[in-house]
């Protein structure tokens, strides 16, 4: 039986396990990491941060706000890291080594467990990260000819 709880909840769970050399498992929620994590459905397993990060890492981190984020490393700024979800366009820069609790090693989706170090895997962040221009071009000309088809066709 699965029990849902807050992350603010986890976190310090989360955070011993890996404080012990350990692992910790959950279910993100959200919609930022689509198409690789499915809100609710996939899980994620995250170990203790081996800095500095590297591109393409995926992180758990603590915004200044206070709020808990999954999101990919896709630059370095300054010292600091330019984060962004995979499912976003927005980069989200100043993330400190500070705000990382841990980052991703594995995650299962439809059943079936992924490492971050596959060949697979690694292809896939590469070309998501390099495309994202070509994403928001895309979905911006889907938005405009979604506008034309409404006024053509009432």
């Known amino acids: 039986m699965n029990k849902v709880?807050?992350?603010?909840?986890m976190i310090p769970l989360i955070k011993n396990q890996l404080e012990a050399g350990?692992?910790?498992t959950f279910t993100p929620k959200g919609k930022s990491m689509l198409p690789m994590l499915r809100d609710g459905?996939?899980?994620?397993?995250?170990?203790?941060?081996?800095?500095p990060?590297?591109?393409y890492d995926l992180p758990l981190y603590q915004r200044k706000d206070g709020s808990y984020v999954l999101h990919r490393v896709v630059d370095l700024s300054q010292g600091k890291y330019v984060m962004r979800g995979d499912g976003q366009f927005v980069k989200e820069y100043g993330?400190?080594?500070s705000q990382i609790i841990g980052v991703v090693v594995s995650f299962t989706r439809k059943g079936k467990k992924h490492?971050?170090?596959?060949?697979?895997y690694r292809i896939y962040v590469k070309v998501w990260v390099a495309?994202?221009?070509?994403r928001k071009i895309k979905k911006k000309?889907?938005?405009i000819l979604g506008r034309i088809k409404r006024k053509i066709l009432g």
Do not use: P, Y
């Open 41 to 51: 459905m996939d899980t994620v397993t995250i170990a203790r941060a081996k800095f």
């Open 95 to 97: 993330i400190e080594e």
């Open 141 to 143: 000309g889907r938005r």
């Open 22 to 24: 350990g692992k910790a």
């Open 131 to 134: 495309t994202v221009g070509l």
């Open 53 to 55: 990060l590297k591109k």
């Open 5 to 9: 709880v807050s992350m603010e909840e």
């Open 115 to 120: 490492s971050c170090q596959g060949l697979g």
